[in-house]
């Protein structure tokens, strides 16, 4: 009986070492669900500040594929004080 469990357990660890999918799996059970909740939370509370503060910016997506090489030019708006 003793040998029976001790090979379980040695299986269960060569998985959780040499198998990465497995690793992941245990992973998610043990902490994922923990994480998606506080994402969540973060999420809500960012949109409630958003919303009391009554500012809102609205993000364009960058263009990952033509980034800015040497000798292009740049419009800029020059802002001068008062």
Known sequence: MFKFILN????FIAL???VP?????LLHLLVGRKLVKEQRRANEAFRKREEKDGIHVDHQPR???GTI????YIDYEEI???
Do not use: E, M, T
């Open 63 to 65: 263009d990952r594929s």
């Open 16 to 18: 959780i070492i040499f």
């Open 69 to 72: 090489k040497g000798g292009d």
């Open 21 to 25: 999918v497995f690793r992941r799996f």
């Open 8 to 11: 379980i357990l040695l299986i």
């Open 80 to 82: 001068k004080d008062k």
